[in-house]
């Protein structure tokens, strides 16, 4: 089945231990999004890429980066990790980001910062 | 700010009974509004949606109601079922970004 997969499913880091966390999809889609969820909350988006143009938002933290080395993969870097970047991180895929272009979810990768 | 709000955290319906979730927002920009379901350990799985130039939609047992007068949808769930229990995201969009609202838990009790 085509899907979109994070590794790990759990991550465990010091603080300020830099992490990556992993997505991949099978959908072959050309825009993929990093979303971050704190507990409660609503999710957040933090950046997209459109195939490989990156599009950071304006309030999205300097200590978070990306990389989209082929269509199919999308990392997300956290190059020193605060207390307050424990979060579930999600990401997404869809087609071309318009019209009503559903996203599709990964289940997501719980981080807990120590 | 929230953009997209849903006021209720948690709704309990009994089987069968009609659900009604809300969703209020504030940027009268956004041109799609969705609904996404999530079940425990999952990612967001898309539900049902509504372009700004309507104000219903249906797919079987969910219908989505907008109102944008008020800056007001709702999804309506006839008849619930258990297997409904879920997180509720309302989400709008404007070009690629998705605003979220907090989610309301809904519980479908037999």
């Known amino acids: 089945d085509a899907m979109v997969i994070q590794n790990p499913r759990y991550q465990v880091t010091q603080f300020g231990k830099p992490v990556t966390l992993s997505c991949s999809q099978t959908l072959n889609h050309n825009v993929m999004y990093w979303y971050q969820q704190k507990s409660s909350q609503a999710p957040k988006l933090l950046f997209h890429?459109?195939?490989?143009?990156?599009?950071n938002e304006a309030d999205t933290p300097d200590n978070f980066q990306s990389r989209r080395p082929n269509t199919s993969f999308c990392f997300l870097d956290i190059r020193s990790p605060g207390l307050g970047d424990a979060a579930m991180y999600l990401c997404?895929?869809?087609?071309?980001?318009?019209?009503?272009?559903?996203?599709?979810f990964g289940p997501g990768t719980r981080l807990t910062v120590l | 700010d929230q953009q997209v709000k849903q006021n209720s955290p948690s709704l309990s319906v009994q089987e069968g009974r009609i659900s009604i979730l809300n969703c209020d927002y504030t940027?009268?920009?956004?041109?799609?509004f969705l609904w996404y379901k999530k079940y425990p350990a999952e990612g967001p799985t898309f539900l049902i949606s509504i372009s700004s130039i309507k104000d219903k939609n249906e797919d079987g047992r969910f219908t989505v109601f907008l109102n944008k007068s008020a800056k007001h949808l709702s999804l309506h769930i006839v008849p619930s079922q258990p297997g409904d229990s879920a997180v509720y995201f309302c989400?709008?969009?404007?070009?690629?970004?998705?605003?979220f609202g907090k989610g309301t838990s809904l519980l479908v009790t037999p």
């Open positions: 890429y459109y195939d490989k143009d990156f599009n």
């Open positions: 997404a895929t869809s087609v071309d980001g318009t019209g009503v272009d559903e996203q599709f």
């Open positions: 989400a709008a969009r404007t070009e690629y970004a998705l605003n």
């Open positions: 940027n009268s920009m956004f041109d799609y």
